[in-house]
């Protein structure tokens, strides 16, 4: 699935709707509790999910926060956790672009 997602520093890490954890055929199980957040709208539930990532062509595996409370947004967040020790990411404000340089391992 191909998403176009905010580059966020201030989130720790990644955010994905309801909507698109479905269209991802996650699930919540029975057993598995919902974690809570402040935000600047209030308070949302989520749970952590390792999602498989591609950027650039580099793939790589980063923990997502799929919301379980429907903000009425549809805006998805690339957040700092493994995403921002994974590449150099520079931002070109006057060409409105974000580069994204792999960091070798």
Known sequence: ????MLV?????VSLITSKVGQDLGYALADSESTL?????GG???????????TINNHTFIAP?????TDTG?????????????????EFRQAEEKIIFTWLEE
């Open 64 to 68: 997502v926060a799929w919301l379980q």
């Open 43 to 53: 308070t949302v539930e989520y749970v952590l999910r390792n999602v498989e990532m």
């Open 73 to 89: 947004g549809e805006q998805l967040l690339l957040g700092r956790e493994v995403v921002f020790d994974r590449f150099n990411i």
């Open 36 to 40: 809570l957040a402040e935000t600047i």
């Open 8 to 12: 966020y520093s201030g989130a720790e």
């Open 1 to 4: 699935m191909a998403a176009t």
